[in-house]
């Protein structure tokens, strides 16, 4: 399964890419594919490629670092794709003023249209505000 994933990764593709750094990131001790970079490089060139799933993995591995730039930037491209993680993510940028200027009404707005669209997080929020 490791050679399987090593030339999944060394594929290029941002599916192949997504999967293994997937992959390395559950089994760090995974040999890890030459020239595929670490598991967030790889995330990143999925993502850049158009990959959502990719992207919302690097907008939650951004926010989580605390780049709420770049967490805000994969937000906003998400949720102009109508992705609900990236409108609740946005949201959360513009509540906590993190990344951008902090504004309520627009936090609470998207937190809306994030819960209308699927995003039980954003439902459960919105009780609160």
Known sequence: ANSLMISVGESG??????EY??????????????????????L?????????????????????AQNHKEAYRWARTLSLAGRHEGTKRMADCYNLGLGV???????????????????KEAADILKSL
């Open 21 to 42: 750094a997937r992959f390395i990131t559950e089994y760090p001790n995974a040999q890890q594919a030459t020239g595929t970079g670490t598991p967030v490089d790889c």
């Open 44 to 64: 990143r060139k999925a993502a850049e490629m158009g990959l959502q799933e990719a992207q919302i993995a690097i907008m939650n591995h951004e926010y989580d």
């Open 13 to 18: 593709t941002a599916e192949g890419l997504y």
């Open 101 to 119: 200027k902090r504004d309520k009404k627009l936090a609470k707005d998207l937190y809306r249209t994030a819960a209308s669209n699927g995003n």
